[in-house]
């Protein structure tokens, strides 16, 4: 029996889906712990591309089951809007495959029209270029104990009046601070009914179902979203997401008892990207920064915003080794440095005359920092057809070893191409 936690050791879109995607095949449970639908993570099975929000990453496997938990915030119309999807793909998905925990908080319309409203309101330079999903007034509404949850929607009385209150407060805001039109109950509430009415057999105790499967031997696996750099706490605040993505919450976030987790794997992109503003210390601004974005085809996938793109930054993931505690890594997009002739790693900072190794948590500072590189001969093949480690250039190889040497971690799985097959597990996180 192991229990796996798998995270984003960098700003996010590091290939979570597929490797989750792929590791599946050794767990029962799959379970996204934060987050919301800001997340897009893409899975390519059989040449046929697959982009989800919210339902976990192992959801095109029949026999294992799904869990949203807690920690996690439910756009109710996109998650119907998935699992429709799912099943005009000959996959429904049924309350035996996907269990909705009640304690998860919803979001709601106005949580939307908010995320749109502070954005414009933020002047040029303080805009996070969020995903306009509702996720950081949904949260915000969590922590000040206002929130909706799923668990409401059972309960009419309950969820009459905290949508009342709610729209209350809210429409105080889009009136006389934003200058926006106000929202009505009833077309919420109705919206909302019809929601109940679809989810209502999913929801559940994700907590008391994962301490079952737990006991009974089962294996899980825990699926985060983002990366450790747009952690609420760790990141680099405020231009982050308002949830925790470092491992610590896959236990929080789904009401597991951290005593039971037993790996870690770190997800790292075998260069840098980031969507949306904020520091980017290793980021390139050159024809270099072009090819990296164009041949790893670097385009959000929830947004489809052009992602920036730079070299690989090992202060950042000597930063989610730690935050993290990641027992190993899968080193993803190896394939997309095939053809560079020199790569470069940021091992340090520099700012002010000072020499750093771990991202400072002033921002202004951070924006400041200057990347001091070491450089590394690059590759010329092609290696999307490696299926071992051997396979591999010998300056591939290298390139693994140096960023195993530097944070101290081994890989254990190498990425070459979007699709399940064109992985190298070289060490099973689930085998103890
Ligand atoms: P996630 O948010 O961490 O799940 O990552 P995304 O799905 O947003 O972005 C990763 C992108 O890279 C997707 O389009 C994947 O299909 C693709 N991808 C994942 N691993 C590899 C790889 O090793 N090589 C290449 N070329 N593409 C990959
Ligand atoms: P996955 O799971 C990359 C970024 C947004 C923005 C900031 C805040 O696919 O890796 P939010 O809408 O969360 O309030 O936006 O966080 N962001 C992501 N960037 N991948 C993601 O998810 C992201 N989810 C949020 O671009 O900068
Ligand atoms: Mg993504």
């Given at each position: 029996m192991a229990n796996v936690v798998i995270i984003g050791t960098q700003w996010g879109d590091e290939g979570k889906g597929k490797i989750v995607d792929l590791l599946t095949q050794y767990a029962d449970c799959i379970v996204r712990f934060q987050g919301g639908n800001n997340a897009g993570h893409t899975l390519v099975v059989d040449g046929k591309q697959f982009i989800f929000h919210l339902i976990p990453s192992g959801i095109l496997y029949e026999k294992k089951k799904c869990y949203i938990g807690n920690g996690v915030v439910i756009d109710p119309a996109v998650l119907i809007g998935e699992m429709q999807k799912l099943e005009a793909n000959g996959l429904p998905v049924t309350p035996e495959r996907l269990m909705l925990s009640a304690n998860a908080h919803l979001i709601m319309p106005y949580h939307k029209l908010l995320d749109g409203c502070s954005e414009a309101a933020l002047k040029a330079g303080k805009k996070i270029g969020t995903t306009g999903r509702g996720i950081g007034p949904c949260y915000g509404d969590k922590i000040l104990r206002c929130g909706i949850k799923l668990g409401d929607l059972l309960d009419d009385a309950l969820f009459r009046e905290k949508l009342q209150a709610n729209i209350e407060e809210k429409n105080f805001l889009f009136t006389k601070k934003f200058g926006a039109d106000p929202v009505a109950f009833d077309a919420i509430y109705s919206e909302f009914q019809k929601h109940l009415e679809l989810l209502a057999p999913y929801i559940g105790n994700v907590s008391v179902e994962l301490d079952r499967a737990r006991k009974g031997g089962r294996h899980i696996l825990f699926e985060g979203a983002q990366g450790t750099q747009l952690d609420i706490d760790h990141g680099t605040y405020p231009f982050v997401t308002s949830s925790n993505t470092v491992a610590g919450n896959a236990c929080i976030g789904s009401g597991f008892g951290p005593a039971h987790i037993d790996a870690v794997v770190g997800i790292l992109k075998a260069y840098t990207t980031r969507v949306g503003e904020g520091p980017f210390p290793s980021e390139l601004f050159d024809a270099t920064g072009d090819a990296l974005q164009q041949k790893g085809g670097e385009f959000g996938a929830t947004t489809g915003r052009k992602r920036r793109c730079g070299w690989l930054d090992a202060v950042v993931a000597n930063d989610a080794v730690r935050l993290?505690?990641?027992?190993?890594f899968a080193i993803t997009k190896l394939d997309v440095l095939s053809g560079q002739p020199t790569l470069k790693i940021a091992t340090a900072y520099e700012e002010g005359g000072e020499r750093l190794t771990a991202m400072p948590c002033n921002i202004r500072r951070t924006e400041r920092l200057k990347p001091i590189y070491e450089e590394m001969p690059g590759w010329s093949e092609e290696i999307r057809h490696a299926k071992t480690p051997d396979d591999l250039p010998a300056k591939a190889r290298d390139y693994v070893k140096r960023i195993e040497e530097i944070t101290e971690t081994p890989a254990m799985i190498l990425s070459v191409g979007p699709g399940r097959e064109e992985t190298m597990l070289i060490k099973n996180p689930f085998e103890k």
């Open positions: 993290n505690g990641v027992t190993g």
